[in-house]
């Protein structure tokens, strides 16, 4: 008898610590179990920065010979990092022709621009005069909006933080005026050269407001230097 209280009394102790420890990381609430482990929060991660990209504007004499011309060099260009992502054409005048390829490497988009190879495929496919290249590193990206006409604007900043502080306060203005925010950028290396484009959802609004004292007063207020070089251009092409 004494033995099968001894028994009895390790196993109530046995059980009180068994339920004990169970009880340590959960809490019961009728009858469902809910974990207490923090380490089961899901953290949000921040949005990946957007790859960098090259522009490269020139004028054409033909711009479907000129297509050709650049459609076939495009082993070239993907052996330098670049890829193809659009083809645009002035609003103003249809034969300047801007290019956007995603950027793998900046030195190595700056040795493609070097190459002899191509300027000969420029010079075959009608390019007139010296081409322009913008690289970009670039800071916010928006693709919600495939619209295809946009405004792009470069310019010189005395400071990038004092110009986007400024940029940020006016969006509303720019809604106003039929713009939308697309992308955001700074040349590589160089956060006192900015670039940013937009998508105009109203160009009679556009492009009065990009004629206004008010952006012009805006300018200056946010720390932009000397004439901004602005380009209205239709896509054509998005590969």
């Not at 033909?62 to 495009?74: G, I, L, P, V």
């Not at 700056?110 to 190459?115: E, R, S």
């Not at 470069?154 to 400071?159: A, F, G, I, R």
Request: glycine share 6%; hydrophobic share 40%.
């Amino acid at each position: 008898m004494k033995q099968f209280k001894f028994f009895s009394a390790i196993t109530l102790v046995a059980g009180s610590l068994f339920f004990s420890s169970c009880n340590g990381d959960e809490k019961k609430t009728d009858n469902v179990t809910v974990s207490t482990d923090s380490s089961a929060v899901n953290k949000t991660e921040p949005p990946a920065k957007p790859g960098n990209l090259v522009i490269i504007k020139h004028k054409v004499a033909n711009f479907a010979k000129w297509k050709t011309a650049y459609e076939s060099h495009d082993s070239t260009r993907q052996a330098y990092g670049l890829h193809n992502y659009i083809v645009a054409r002035g609003l103003k005048d249809s034969n300047m022709v801007m290019v956007v390829l995603k950027m793998d490497d900046t030195t190595k988009a700056k040795q493609f621009a070097a190459l002899p190879d191509l300027k000969a495929a420029m010079q075959k496919g009608g390019v007139m005069g010296a081409p322009s290249f913008l690289y970009l590193d670039v800071q916010m990206l928006d693709t919600s909006s495939n619209a295809p006409t946009r405004v792009i604007v470069t310019h010189k900043v005395k400071d990038w933080d004092a110009w986007k502080k400024s940029f940020d306060s006016h969006k509303q203005t720019r809604l106003d005026a039929g713009m939308t925010d697309r992308a955001i950028s700074y040349s590589v290396g160089d956060t006192h050269t900015v670039t940013v484009a937009f998508v105009i959802n109203d160009m009679k609004k556009a492009e009065a407001f990009m004629a206004s004292k008010d952006l012009k007063d805006k300018m200056a207020e946010s720390g932009v230097t000397g004439p901004p070089d602005i380009f209205f251009y239709n896509v054509v092409q998005k590969y």
